[in-house]
């Protein structure tokens, strides 16, 4: 069995060929994708801010193959964005990702205080 990673991806994107539909939905529901929506989840979360209504986030939980590496979780998390927007009627280009990979990231710990 090949060895497991998690990784967080954060998909970035542009807003395109919006309906009005979609554009009266997206301001409405502005006030729940803000900076306080902004959780990384297997489903993901969409973040955006209303005005202008131009660019999104999305952020991903993938967990994957390690010899398969950051290319292949963001690759998939681009394709559940795809999927995810295309199901809410939503038009979009120029989707990128930005991968970290929790298993190798470094944590620097501050050493403790002296007194």
């Given at each position: 069995m090949s060895e497991q990673h998690?990784?967080?991806?954060?998909?970035?994107?542009?807003?395109d060929g919006l309906t009005e539909e979609a554009r009266a939905r997206l301001l409405a529901e502005a006030a729940d994708h803000g900076m306080t929506s902004m959780r990384f989840s297997e489903e993901g979360s969409l973040s955006y801010e209303p005005a202008p209504?131009?660019?999104?986030?999305?952020?991903?939980?993938?967990?994957?193959d390690a010899a398969d590496?950051?290319?292949?979780?963001?690759?998939?998390?681009?394709?559940?964005?795809?999927t995810a927007l295309r199901?809410?009627?939503?038009?979009f280009r120029d989707l990128r990702s930005t991968v970290t990979d929790l298993d190798t990231m470094k944590i620097n710990r501050k050493p403790a205080s002296r007194r």
């Open positions: 998690t990784y967080r991806v954060i998909v970035r994107g542009t807003w209504l131009k660019h999104f986030s999305m952020r991903y939980v993938v967990v994957s590496g950051e290319e292949m979780a963001g690759a998939l998390a681009e394709d559940r964005a795809e199901g809410l009627g939503y038009g």
